[in-house]
């Protein structure tokens, strides 16, 4: 029987003890429990594993003829920390990683490990004979995929209207013109996570007209995907939390599993459907899938592969943050991506591999800056290193439309297993109704809340970040980031949550923040996530000293108070409180 997959801290250092690792191998003790832990401390990153041979369960000790490798007590095999493959047997087997974890505010770091490592292996099931027509993709856009298995439809993440990230995202293909009747008539729904190009209420407004009751899965992250369910107005009656790493059977040949991510537990999920044996892995947007224990041979793999989806670098200037520097960033960003995904894809060899999950665009004129500098992979490049490295696996490059079958593929890759669309089939979007989503953003601007300066304080008090020793200034702006007259422009001290006229004396970061007025307000007044304005370019940057501050981020990116609606009640509640005061 399936257990429910956890993530669990199995050794801790304080930021003293990580001071001390050496360059190379560490060999670790947990003080209480006595079990035993490597750690390696490269170049670039540091890598961890349980001091423990495959073989027959031995200690290792540190080889004196390598200083990378490390030697098993009882039968001498050697594993090659730095790469985690085993040298004595060659080529033979890899060791079970750990997640290690680096805090950025405190300095300490922690080993985490997946329990069980490899839940999908539960009750395994043969691959059994495929007919022509049984399992098909269909692409939709961006991370929309329509599975068919059997007589069953299940949609992949729909973003098939209105814009992501408040207005920073736009996508680029134009679905198919009967989208929204696929979505509407699925058995299920996959939604991966609470990022609006894949959690996308414009979309789920329009089905829960049509079909309130359709059945949702997501995973139990301690951020529920949807949190702001009720605040938004959208009627979505059948929305199911369910366990990671636990087969949820959807008839008696499919069934699926919602794996958590490694970096951000919190946040991302991945999939694993499975009808008649044979495997679809979608590892949407998570940055360490399950932590990087992914199966193994799945007949069908896709992945993120652009690049881009956040405001670093081009929202930042000051410093060296120079037009040539940010190029060069994200030129080297993007290739290492490109080698990435290669080497992933390389490693775990699925039949069939197809980049998605990266179809947008910064299309609103105002963000012209950030559409011409903010350069992204292609997945035909993508496509080109991986059937060099691996010409075995067959790779899709997908537009609205175009559909894979399953079994023609494994049978014969060469044949038409995909079909294109019809010719003269628009694959791109042109038009996107920005005023009609804008419209919605402008009307926060106006509202009596704002009339009071009084909103800042007790907002910054709902939100609840404080203790940390950073000072910004919130600067409201126009859609071209000039000041905007009569717009608000204010200090806050998060050592102790207050709000000085002039920056403290103290040593102090410091950070300037430019928002977009309507997106700002629209922000506050619903109680929302700091996404929409960091993710989707709507503001601009500058820092002293040029350190990300990823307590304050993840505080508003993902801490904020689940109960929204207390915004608006402390803000009213103040507002009322303020123009009463002077009254009297």
Known sequence: ???????????????????????????????????????????????????????????????????????????????????????????????????????????????????????????????????????????????????????????????????????????????????????????????????????????????????????????????????????????????????????????????????????????????????KGHMILNTVDCTRPNNGRLPHGVDVMMSDFAGGASGFPMTFHGGKYTESWKADFIKNERKKLLKYKTQLVKSLQPKIYCPFAGYFTEAHPSDRYIKETNIKNSAADLNQSIRKRCPNILTWTPVPGSVLDLALALHDPSSSAITEPPNGTKIYKDSWDFDLYLEELKASVSAEIFKCKSWIQYYYNWAGFKGYNLVIRVIETEDDFKPLKGGYDYLVDFLDLSFPDERPERDHAFEEIKNRVNVMRHVILNGQLWDDLYIGYNNRMSRDPDVYHHKLWNHFQIELPLLQIFVNIYIYFYFFISVFSTLI
């Open 1 to 275: 029987v399936s257990q429910s997959i956890v993530s669990k801290t199995v050794l801790r250092l304080e930021a003293e003890d990580v001071q001390t690792l050496k360059d190379g191998i560490n060999l670790k003790k947990h003080p209480e429990d006595g079990k035993c832990y490597i750690i390696y401390k490269g170049k670039d990153k540091m890598r961890a594993c349980r001091n423990q041979c495959k073989h027959q369960g031995g200690l290792f000790i540190e080889d004196i003829e390598d200083s990378r490798t490390v030697r098993c007590t009882k039968h001498y095999w050697k594993l090659n920390v730095a790469t985690m493959e085993y040298v004595n047997p060659p080529d033979s087997f890899t060791q079970d990683e750990l997640e290690v974890v680096l805090s950025d505010t405190d300095g300490s770091l922690e080993l985490l490990e997946l329990n069980p490592p490899d839940p999908w292996t539960a009750e395994p099931r043969e691959a059994q004979e495929l007919h022509a027509g049984e399992i098909t993709l269909t692409y939709i856009t961006h991370a929309c995929m329509e599975l068919k298995a059997g007589n069953k439809r299940m949609m992949f993440d729909p973003w098939l209207t209105g814009p992501a990230f408040a207005r920073g995202w736009w996508l680029l293909h134009e679905p198919p013109s009967d989208a929204m009747d696929r979505l509407s008539q699925a058995d299920l729904i996959y939604i991966s996570h609470m990022h609006s190009d894949h959690l996308s209420y414009p979309t789920l407004q329009r089905l829960s007209m049509k079909r309130p009751d359709i059945p949702i899965y997501v995973g139990d992250t301690s951020r529920p995907v949807f949190w702001y369910l009720e605040k938004s107005g959208v009627n979505l009656t059948n929305v199911n939390v369910v366990p990671f790493g636990v087969w949820q059977n959807v008839d008696e040949l499919l069934r699926f599993m919602i794996l958590m991510d490694g970096v951000h537990p919190e946040l991302d999920t991945c999939l694993i459907v499975e009808y």
